[in-house]
């Protein structure tokens, strides 16, 4: 079977350091290896528009950032299909049919929509809460990746259980309608657990831009080194052992450093295990660490903001990647909802089979 990779990122905001080691990297290094059919990069503004209905601008203007920062880390339009969630015209309709297959329980029990509604602070009235194509994201992510018959799917941790929930979907419809339509996919996690899901600048569990704890990858050399310095990290006095687990800027460290940066910044010590052993003895003040994640975040960062300024002065470049994009993934998800509508038997006028079956029922 040849790979098909699905993957992509609501447009709410420029992408963050979090989408880079949980998700970004990953797809140029399958963009890279030339292993599949079809990579395709869903950008899902229909899905962002879930919980900013209110302010459809910051979903159209974070479109083109989104592309930006997808370009910048080293994502090629001539091996990656960037299409528009909303202007693929079969996911709608996909979306509900698959809506038929699950009930709104088992979407309620998803771990990662449950987390999801209390990160955004949904209230339980009509006026402030859930809204339903929110909780519908499950399906409509179903939706997205049978559309393209995707089997490979890159994301962080968090995201499994939106991928189990599309297996689920899969092997519903397949069993009811008795047919092999759609495919089954796996998820592509990260290979540093640590990577699966960075914390934010602020020691919490996950790197948000609802939270404002993001370090973003179009963020400027000052506003980087800012952000580092205000990292929290465990009170002690400069003698005491100090605390590596559970210390964000040691996991920090942990996703990106590498010997070739102690070597070039901090050549006191050879490698990470070096330097975590000597904090934990103490005499190692967080000054100094921080500086040294600033220079190697500093080094990761500056050839993708760089990029990505030369790509923001040919915005119309950018339209047009979409706009192709988007039409070929309309003939990809078109062939395959006409598929499912006639697995479903609701294709009535694809031929004669309908209006011959119908006058033979009424003409006896």
């Keep these: 079977m040849e790979n098909i990779i699905l993957t992509g990122d609501r447009p709410t905001g420029r992408l963050h350091l979090g989408h880079y080691v949980g998700s970004l990297k990953r797809r140029v290094e399958l963009q890279n290896k030339n ?10 503004d229909a899905q962002a528009l879930t919980d900013n209905s209110g ?15 997808y370009l910048a880390v080293g994502l090629d339009p001539k091996k ?10 079969a996911l709608p309709e996909l979306t509900a049919y698959y809506m038929n297959l699950v009930t709104l329980p088992r979407v309620l029990r998803n771990p990662t929509v449950k987390s999801e509604i209390k990160l955004r602070g949904f209230n339980n009235n009509e006026e402030s809460g859930v809204p339903v194509g929110f909780v519908n994201y499950p399906i409509s992510q179903a939706a997205d990746i049978t559309a393209f018959k995707a089997n490979l799917i ?41 990577c699966s899901r960075l914390p934010g600048t602020d020691g919490g569990a996950k790197m948000s831009k609802s939270i404002g704890n993001c370090i973003y990858l179009a963020d400027d050399e000052a506003t980087i080194k800012k952000k580092v310095n205000s990292m929290a990290s465990f009170p002690r006095a400069l003698e005491e052992p100090g605390i590596v687990e559970g210390n964000v800027i040691f996991t920090y460290l942990r996703a990106f450093a590498n010997d070739s940066h102690f070597e070039k910044y901090y050549p006191e010590f050879k490698n990470l295990d070096e330097l975590e052993s000597a904090y934990k003895k103490g005499g190692l003040g967080d000054g100094r660490i921080k500086k040294f994640l600033n220079d190697v975040l500093q080094e990761e960062l500056k050839p993708i903001r760089e990029k990505r300024i030369e790509f923001s002065k040919n915005i119309p470049y950018i339209l047009e990647v979409l706009k192709e994009g988007s039409e070929k993934a309309n003939m990809l998800a078109d062939k ?17 089979e309908y209006i011959n079956e119908q006058i033979e029922k009424h003409s006896n």
């Design 35 to 44: 292993d599949y059919k079809e990579l395709i990069i869903l950008i899902a």
């Design 55 to 69: 302010n459809p601008q910051k979903v159209r203007d974070n479109v083109i950032e989104v592309m930006l920062d």
């Design 80 to 89: 990656v299909t960037f299409c528009i969630q909303s202007q693929i015209r």
């Design 154 to 194: 890159p994301v962080g941790d968090d995201q499994e259980p939106m991928i189990e929930q599309t297996r689920e979907v899969v092997r519903s419809f397949n069993r009811i309608y008795n047919t092999d339509v759609l495919v089954e996919c796996k998820s592509v996690l990260p290979e540093n657990e640590i």
């Design 336 to 352: 395959t909802l006409e598929e499912v509508k006639s697995a479903m038997g609701i294709n009535y006028f694809v031929n004669d």
